[in-house]
């Protein structure tokens, strides 16, 4: 399976970006999507997870309220909306998927992820 994030790019801080996230060479009909972003010198960390079935979300506290993920199966895509973006924002995102129906926040649970998409947000 092969993942291929896009949509990031510069923003002012209280804008919005809506990042995709384009699964392709094979699926599995239970999975978990997710978005970890790692910023200048951090660690990657956990955004926000959505499950197949798209009624299980779990998100990371800093995003609450501002980030919406959601799924189509269909169509193979997970998408991040990104609202009130604050500079603490700026980062790399990652897609990553698992077989499975938990929305695991631990980065070392996925098994398939993408090459990344920077998101940086002017003050």
């Known amino acids: 399976v092969q993942l291929q994030a896009s949509g990031g790019g510069l923003v002012q801080a209280g804008g919005s970006l809506r990042l995709s996230c384009a699964a392709s060479?094979?699926?599995?009909?239970?999975?978990?999507m997710a978005w970890f972003r790692q910023a200048p010198g951090k660690e990657r960390e956990f955004v926000a997870a959505?499950?197949?079935?798209?009624?299980?979300?779990s998100y990371d506290d800093s995003v609450k309220g501002r980030f919406t993920i959601s799924g189509d199966n269909t169509a193979n895509m997970t998408y991040l909306q990104m609202n009130s973006l604050k500079p603490d924002d700026t980062a790399v995102y990652y897609c990553?998927?698992?077989?499975?129906?938990?929305?695991?926040?631990?980065?070392?649970?996925?098994?398939?992820w993408g090459q990344g998409t920077l998101v940086t947000v002017s003050s």
């Open positions: 060479g094979g699926t599995f009909s239970t999975h978990v």
């Open positions: 990553a998927g698992r077989r499975g129906i938990w929305p695991s926040i631990r980065q070392n649970e996925y098994d398939y």
């Open positions: 959505i499950t197949s079935t798209g009624l299980t979300t």
